[in-house]
């Protein structure tokens, strides 16, 4: 019975400490990136403090930094990493551009930025259905 | 006449009482993770939690004692001193997480960090416990809590396939995510089938002085405002599903949730949101502190009421001053109040078998209710949220730990 317990423990312990899956590390990063986007129209439309947009994207830039520094060792074989690296650092600059927008409270330079950024979410999503359909 | 405007007020209070940072974390993240799927722990929980509070406030009408009251007295001050260290440790970091809903709400609003916020928002907190009464604390926070209502005004505005929300209110697994999704399934549960509401709802009819002849009162105002209440946590699920979801957005942060509204109500969802955190984490805060406070003086016998002078029940309004201000601490530290919610749902779970079970054996006491005992039916909710209760705390732990 201890020692049925201590493995149920330890598969637990185990899978616990796996790190993210690439697909999953790519659902993180669109989820961010669509979290730029929302938040940034809500900010043209007026509907959201400039404090919290530009806090936001700071989050999202940070958190897509931070996701991108691991996720290329887990990535599976076949991906075009260099593409992805180049897609992925344009989205996170992107967005610390827009936090500095925001800050200058420059509208018409932040649509084109948001716009840049609708790009490059476009690029992003084909590279995470490609990581999904791998990493299956 | 009296009677009725006490019935209204009783199920206004517990619909504007009933959002706080658990279920709204909660139903945000499933929402936004699995669409619909997860509406049915929020359903099955509201079910059950009606049959709860019935019986939590059936207790106190008809013996005069509260839950805890009951419990010391029927199985002794050690068993009682086993259910107050689980139940005490998980009910404190709700109300860090609830103090920090605060917090996270001015942060949003004005742009000063929420740790700047914790000592300030626990001062008023206190203040208000130890001026206020019962009625001001029972009544003003869950009046403010109603703004919570624009939730559903939201979900009703982003067109909802209504089939699809039927649907969800039947359990299925999904293809992937399993860990993630039984970890939702868990924390939703905790949000919703919370002991805590229990204890105060029973203290809440002594300290109204409810006797036999609420029984009927109790009945509808734990149905119907539990009920509303349950459908407000849906709404908040049904906005996140379609906001959120087809955009791949994944709600880990605060400030992510906030945009939950802004979509529908393009103008005023920012602040609708903020303002419905503000106010329901409030409220939520105020009652945690309460049912704390209640826990520990009903359990030591000590003089305890919030109508009462603190000079006259000192003990009382000790516990609740410690609490506040240890809350304050972590959230000073910046440790972040969503994490905590999280895993405090999951411990909420957890604990669930030391609330409900001896509070089955109350429910079926001739000593204590005579008559009024429960019927099969209530029984057989009970005995159904046991067997869950002990899965739960079986599975929650792991689930924190593979799927949070």
Same mark, same amino acid.
Do not use: C
């Given at each position: 019975m201890a020692a049925k317990l201590l493995a149920v423990v330890l598969l637990v312990s185990a899978l616990a400490c796996k790190p993210p899956s690439a697909s999953e590390q790519m659902d993180s990063i669109i989820s961010w990136i669509g979290t730029a986007g929302m938040v940034g129209e809500a900010w043209l439309r007026h509907t959201t403090p400039?404090?919290?947009? #530009?806090?936001?994207?700071?989050? =999202?830039?940070? *958190?897509?930094?931070?996701?991108?520094?691991?996720?290329?060792?887990?990535?599976? #074989?076949?991906?075009?990493?260099? =593409?992805?690296? *180049?897609?992925l650092t344009r989205s996170s600059a992107h967005i610390g551009l827009m936090q500095t927008l925001v800050e200058q409270k420059a509208s018409p330079d932040f649509r084109t930025m948001l716009d840049s950024l609708y790009s490059d979410e476009k690029v992003v999503k084909q590279f995470a259905d490609s990581v999904e359909a791998k990493d299956k | 006449m009296k009677k009725i405007l006490q019935l209204t007020l009783g199920i206004i209070t517990?619909?504007?009482?009933?959002?706080?940072?658990?279920?709204?974390?909660?139903?945000?993240?499933?929402?936004?993770?699995?669409?619909?799927?997860?509406?049915?722990?929020?359903?099955?929980?509201?079910?059950c939690l009606i049959f709860l509070i019935e019986m939590s406030g059936r207790l106190a009408a008809v013996s005069r004692h509260t839950i805890v009251d009951a419990m010391r007295e029927r199985f002794g001050?050690?068993?009682?001193?086993?259910?107050?260290?689980?139940?005490?440790?998980?009910?404190?970091?709700?109300?860090?997480?609830?103090?920090?809903?605060?917090?996270?709400?001015?942060?949003?609003?004005?742009?000063?960090?929420?740790?700047?916020?914790?000592?300030?928002?626990?001062?008023?907190?206190?203040?208000?416990?130890?001026?206020?009464?019962?009625?001001?604390?029972?009544n003003g926070a869950s009046l403010l809590g109603?703004?919570?209502?624009?939730?559903?005004?939201?979900?009703?505005?982003?067109?909802?396939?209504?089939?699809?929300?039927?649907?969800?209110?039947?359990?299925?697994?999904?293809?992937?995510?399993?860990?993630?999704?039984?970890?939702?399934?868990?924390?939703?549960?905790?949000?919703?089938?919370?002991?805590?509401?229990?204890?105060?709802?029973?203290?809440?009819?002594?300290?109204?002085?409810?006797?036999?002849?609420?029984?009927?009162?109790?009945?509808?105002?734990?149905?119907?405002?539990?009920?509303?209440?349950?459908?407000?946590?849906?709404?908040?699920?049904?906005?996140?599903?379609?906001?959120?979801?087809?955009?791949?957005?994944?709600?880990?942060?605060?400030?992510?949730?906030?945009?939950?509204?802004?979509?529908?109500?393009?103008?005023?969802?920012?602040?609708?949101?903020?303002?419905?955190?503000?106010?329901?984490c409030f409220g939520a805060a105020l009652e945690f502190s309460l049912a704390i406070a209640y826990f520990f003086a009903q359990g030591f016998g000590w003089n305890w009421s919030e109508d009462l002078e603190p000079s006259k029940d000192s003990r009382f309004a000790f516990v609740y001053t410690v609490i506040i201000l240890l809350a304050a601490i972590p959230l000073m530290l910046g440790v972040d109040p969503v994490k905590v919610t999280m895993i405090s749902m999951a411990l909420t779970s957890a604990t669930l078998p030391l609330a409900i079970v001896p509070f089955l054996f109350l429910m079926n006491d001739p000593i204590y209710l005579g008559k009024y005992r429960n019927g099969w039916l209530s029984n057989?909710?009970?005995?159904?949220?046991?067997?869950?209760?002990?899965?739960?705390?079986?599975?929650?732990?792991?689930?924190?730990?593979?799927g949070g």
């Open positions: 400039d404090k919290y947009t #530009a806090h936001t994207l700071e989050l =999202a830039h940070n *958190s897509l930094i931070d996701i991108n520094s691991g996720l290329f060792k887990s990535l599976p #074989a076949g991906i075009d990493s260099a =593409a992805l690296d *180049s897609a | 517990s619909v504007g009482g009933f959002l706080e940072i658990g279920s709204v974390t909660t139903s945000v993240q499933a929402g936004a993770q699995f669409g619909y799927k997860l509406l049915w722990p929020i359903f099955f929980g509201t079910i001050f050690p068993f009682f001193f086993v259910v107050l260290v689980g139940i005490a440790i998980v009910a404190f970091m709700v109300l860090v997480a609830e103090l920090g809903g605060i917090g996270f709400a001015l942060q949003i609003l004005t742009g000063i960090g929420f740790p700047w916020w914790a000592l300030p928002v626990s001062f008023i907190v206190w203040l208000l416990m130890w001026k206020g009464s019962f009625s001001l604390i029972e109603l703004i919570t209502i624009s939730f559903v005004v939201a979900a009703i505005k982003l067109h909802p396939d209504w089939s699809g929300v039927a649907s969800g209110l039947l359990p299925t697994m999904p293809q992937s995510d399993k860990a993630r999704y039984g970890f939702l399934t868990v924390s939703i549960l905790g949000a919703t089938i919370s002991p805590y509401l229990m204890y105060f709802y029973s203290s809440g009819a002594i300290e109204e002085k409810w006797d036999r002849s609420y029984i009927v009162m109790n009945r509808i105002i734990a149905g119907f405002g539990m009920f509303f209440g349950g459908f407000l946590a849906m709404a908040v699920l049904i906005a996140a599903a379609l906001v959120f979801q087809p955009k791949g957005i994944q709600v880990d942060t605060f400030p992510q949730a906030a945009l939950v509204m802004v979509t529908a109500l393009p103008k005023w969802g920012f602040y609708l949101f903020a303002l419905s955190m503000l106010f329901a057989s909710i009970v005995s159904i949220v046991i067997v869950i209760s002990f899965v739960l705390a079986l599975i929650s732990i792991p689930l924190q730990l593979i």
